[in-house]
């Protein structure tokens, strides 16, 4: 017998779950971003306090100052859940494998002008501890963070940041060699020009409020060193030896522009709450931006030399514009 | 700066084994901090007295960059959303055995998704807090893969929302409803633990030993009972799950080879965390044998392969560390004849306040119990299911009024029988501080004494109903026609008589008929649903 | 004596992979169950990327046996060419 189920028209019970309903209405059927997010993580009747931290529930949104009537007023632009994050992320990382396996292929890395060459595995190959740092302290965000709609792009943006960590180590390894690691690594920990951001990046693993550590990672410091290193050291080195790095940089160039949106809506949407929240944010950022400042200036002399200050104050400035579209005034 | 970036490369690099190419992807990624103290940067890693002395000696088990994870992944998400999608569009709903499944799927929604994401906020913390790169990269990886299984198990079971009862409110009553606190407060156990006593309890005793149990015989049963979305979400997660149970294997290795000293920690936990994962498998053995109308396996099959012969293994491979099978294991092992149906008769008892349909087997369904179990369904369980079917066909069906005595560990009411005597209900009891607590067997007891500060503290449903905490706001105590359960069922968002009605005349019995009759006949299509 | 699995989503690749491994490892023991197929061997098993390649005429990349793949037990070894699973003696 043949049974055409086209046939058969049913009509719903219900459109959506009720703590979505709750929130966008009963007769509206809801997106899938939607009931991947809203109120997924438990809110009452913990069993036990974390032994690790006494002081708190499991899920506590006390963690932060920052205080929020609903901690699902923030939204992801990007609508991002699994399915949405890993089909982004596979697209771009097709893109950024064929253009390894050109460079590869064409010998690019091996013709490439020895001063450049030098300059960029200087500059770049010590970045991979920088995003490591990013990877600790969103994994952070998102254990100690309180609602879905907030930690879980933060585990996307931790994973994010191992996936720059492992392409620059892939930048290193074709341009250079595993010395060229070590030397990084060695640089990273003794050279004087990466001493005041390895300072940073270690005063923020030890911060203990998710928030402030989302304004100090997410928002200042990726905010003025991306800029600094996928946009002006980018165009410097393009302009002195072609090309081929802006290739193998261009997943953090538009990994950055993506994810600024959602680090944007994030910033605006706890500034909006309330005059309180918008003053604690105000005083991070600026404390956070200005200690930015001070470690990214040798960077930015190693990187780009005589063009550095000229390019740092620009940075700082497009940072300073940004913020105060999140309602920040710095 | 030496001249390595400028030497001729060429011919002298050969390019690296996965292993080697892993390693410099993440080992030395990390250092050791000097502007702030590496305990401070690492606060919880050293108080529960694990000795870690060299954390590059740790393994990588599954060896997947970030660009291969993507890439892989993206791959499983596409296959697994077109699945759900044609599932959907097809009404696919109407091709299963029989609407008495997806009773199995509620409980699966409310009482396993929310630990899903439980586990991926728990891999978060613990991929924070290790201080070894290797683990520390392996556990956030599965904490991106617990948020996958949360939200793929949501948007799977979102269609069958839509037509069916009990999915509704699955958030709302994981947190408060009586029996949803027994895989709750399973996990608030564990992540309210150390990190190393995460990693044993998660991903060593709950993914290496027990997740098979739930996504292999129960998907497969899912499958065959013609649920292509079950089938897909479940059977894409638990491959997840295979990296997971070799993460959780390298774990134990890694902190038994370490210290001699952790090898009595290890142990504990070890035997701590099979008792309180078995005791969440309760619910499996449940739905194996009872909700799944075609039936692939029993519970006790099920058992012997994956855990007699899988975790017996495991078991004897690891006793070259001194570790021993865990305590309970005999008695796990014993039970797998009686656990299915002492659970099934609570909540056929319990109807009224579980939000999922119950019934009692058909004369061929006893005939497979008895088929599955020669030694135990027709001596102890065929009498009282045949007594209750009858009663039920008379009108009279059998609810139990009273609330059950719930363990302080495991919150499962009592209703668990002696070792070795199947007509004895088990009770142990400890004292703490003056006060009197109650456990359902010898593993929850040895789990109370040996932490009782923290199992105190335990949300109990029933204490909580008795103490007036479970009505809602508009509840009246002092109303002459109070009903303090049916108040509690509302409070649960229960809609009551409808999510919480027999099988037998539910809604979802009513509608799954009428639709699958719209399939095969010419009445007219489109019918709004019974009672909607 | 312990044994060692894999089981795979019944599909068209599962297929080359399962009849790899049963080439590769005579005392292999397929059990076939709902949409899924589960292979069992005594001790130890060794999957090769080779064979593997040559069942299904293409080239493959052990980590793909990832999308497939439903659950496994035993130590895990992998490298490019192979994929182990034992249990230590």
């Known amino acids: 017998m043949q049974i055409d189920l086209r046939t ?55 963690r932060s100052k920052i ?87 933060c585990i996307f943006q931790a994973m994010d940041q191992l996936g720059i960590a492992q ?58 060193l991306y800029p600094l290193i996928y946009d002006k050291f980018d165009n410097l080195l393009a302009a002195e030896a072609g090309p081929t790095v802006s290739m193998l940089l261009r997943f953090q160039a538009d990994w950055f522009a993506e994810t600024s949106r959602w680090v944007d809506a994030t910033i605006k949407t706890a500034a909006g709450e309330s005059t309180a929240n918008a003053a604690l944010l105000n005083g991070w950022a600026t404390a956070w931006r200005d200690r930015a400042v001070t470690a990214l200036a040798p960077l930015a002399d190693l990187a780009l030399g005589a063009d550095a200050p000229a390019a740092l104050t620009e940075v700082v400035s497009a940072f300073e514009t940004r913020a105060a579209k999140c309602g920040l005034a710095l | 700066m030496t001249d390595i970036a400028n030497a001729p490369k060429a011919a002298t690099t050969k390019k690296p084994g996965l292993k080697e190419r892993y390693a410099l992807m993440t080992r030395g990624l990390d250092w050791e901090t000097t502007y702030q103290p590496m305990e401070e940067v690492f606060p919880y890693a050293t108080y529960e007295g694990i000795k870690i002395h060299d954390w590059d000696k740790w393994e990588d088990p599954f060896r997947l960059t970030m660009d291969a994870y993507w890439k892989y992944q993206a791959e499983k998400e596409r296959k697994l959303y077109a699945i759900m999608d044609a599932f959907a569009q097809n009404n696919g709903h109407l091709g299963l055995t029989d609407a008495r499944y997806l009773n199995s799927l509620k409980l699966f929604l409310t009482g396993v998704s929310p630990l899903e994401y439980m586990a991926h906020r728990g891999f978060a913390h613990v991929g924070r807090q290790l201080p070894g790169v290797g683990a520390r990269v392996a556990c956030q990886m599965q904490s991106l893969d617990e948020l996958r299984h949360a939200q793929t198990q949501i948007h799977s079971m979102s269609n069958y929302n839509k037509l069916y009862d009990g999915f509704h409110s699955w958030r709302h009553m994981h947190d408060r409803v009586w029996y949803l606190s027994v895989p709750k407060s399973f996990f608030d156990d564990a992540i309210t633990a150390g990190p190393f006593e995460y990693m ?28 292509m979305g079950a089938m897909a979400f479940g059977f894409s997660a638990q491959s997840d799950e295979s990296r997971h149970m070799t993460l959780g294997l390298e774990a134990i290795k890694f902190m038994l080879e370490q210290d001699p000293d952790n090898l009595p920690i290890v142990q504990h936990w070890i035997d701590k965390w099979f008792w309180r994962g078995y005791r969440v498998l309760t619910l499996v053995a449940m739905m194996l044998d009872y909700m799944l109308p075609k039936k692939v396996m029993s519970w006790k099959e099920a058992w ?39 659970a099934w008769s609570t909540f056929y008892q319990y109807q009224g306040a579980a939000p999922f349909h119950t019934w009692m087997p058909s004369a061929e369904e006893m005939d497979w119990q008895s088929e599955k179990y020669p030694d135990s369904f027709d001596e102890y369980y065929r009498p009282r299911f045949e007594h209750w079917a009858e009663q039920e066909a008379a009108g009279n069906r059998f609810y139990n009024g009273t609330l059950p005595m719930l363990c302080q560990v495991c919150q499962i009411p009592m209703l668990f029988t002696e070792p070795g005597d199947p007509t004895r209900i088990c009770y142990r009891e400890s004292e703490h501080k003056g006060e009197t607590y109650h456990t359902c067997s010898d593993g929850c007891k040895n789990i109370f004494d040996y932490e009782p500060e923290k199992y105190v503290q335990a949300w109990l449903p029933v204490q909580q109903i008795y103490q007036g905490n479970c009505f809602g706001p508009d509840a009246d105590p002092t109303a002459a026609d109070f009903n303090p359960l049916l108040e509690v069922i509302k409070w649960y968002r229960m809609n009551v008589g409808v999510d919480n009605s027999p099988y037998e005349g539910s809604r979802d019995q009513q509608n799954f008929q009428a639709w699958k009759q719209q399939t095969t006949s010419n009445a007219p299509a489109g019918g709004s649903p019974a009672g909607a | ?84 699973l034992s249990w230590k003696q």
């Open chain 3, 1 to 84: 004596m312990s044994t060692v699995f894999i089981a795979f989503q019944t599909n068209e690749t599962s297929r080359g992979i399962v009849e790899a491994i049963t080439d590769d490892n005579p005392t292999a023991v397929v059990n076939e169950q709902p949409a899924m197929v589960k292979v069992d061997v005594p001790d130890s098993m060794t999957i090769y990327r080779s064979t593997i390649e040559e069942k299904l005429g293409r080239r493959f990349d052990l980590q793909e046996m990832q999308v497939h793949l439903i659950t496994l037990s035993g130590h895990v070894d992998e490298s490019d060419d192979e994929f182990t």
């Open chain 1, 167 to 224: 392409y620059l180590t892939r930048l290193g390894l074709l341009f250079g060699d595993v010395a060229s690691l070590d030397e990084g690594k060695r640089a990273w920990l003794d050279e004087p020009a990466w001493q005041q951001l390895r300072r940073y990046v270690e005063d923020t693993f030890v911060l203990a409020d998710p928030i402030e550590l989302f304004v100090a990672q997410n928002l200042v410091l990726d905010g003025l």
């Open chain 2, 304 to 342: 012997e392969i994956y855990a007699e012969e899988n975790g017996g293994a495991l078991f004897q491979d690891l006793a070259r560390y001194g570790i021993r099978p865990p305590l309970g294991w005999q008695q796990a092992c014993d039970d797998k004849e009686h656990l299915s149906a002492q």
């Open chain 1, 67 to 153: 205080v929020m009537a609903d901690w699902y007023a923030f939204k992801d632009p990007r609508q991002f859940y699994y399915a949405t994050y890993t089909t982004t992320r596979a697209r771009m990382q097709e893109t950024t494998e064929a253009d390894f396996e050109f460079v590869e292929r064409r010998g690019l890395a091996e013709t490439y002008a020895a001063d450049a060459k030098r300059t960029a595995l200087d500059v770049l190959v010590p970045l991979r501890h920088v995003a490591w740092g990013a990877n600790m302290n969103n994994s952070s965000i998102c254990a100690y963070g309180y609602g879905t709609a907030l930690t879980a792009p």
């Open chain 2, 200 to 227: 044993i309890a998660i991903g060593f005793s709950f993914e290496y030993v027990l997740t098979n149990l739930l996504f292999v015989p129960f998907i497969s049963g899912a499958a065959y009972n013609g649920d």
């Open chain 1, 8 to 62: 058969v028209s049913i009509k719903p019970i219900r459109q959506t779950f009720t703590h979505i309903a709750d929130r966008i209405g009963p007769d509206k059927a809801a997106s899938r971003y939607q009931e991947a997010t809203l109120n997924v993580q438990a809110d009452a009747n913990f069993h036990y306090r974390p032994t690790w931290d006494p002081d708190h529930e499991i899920f506590d949104a006390s």
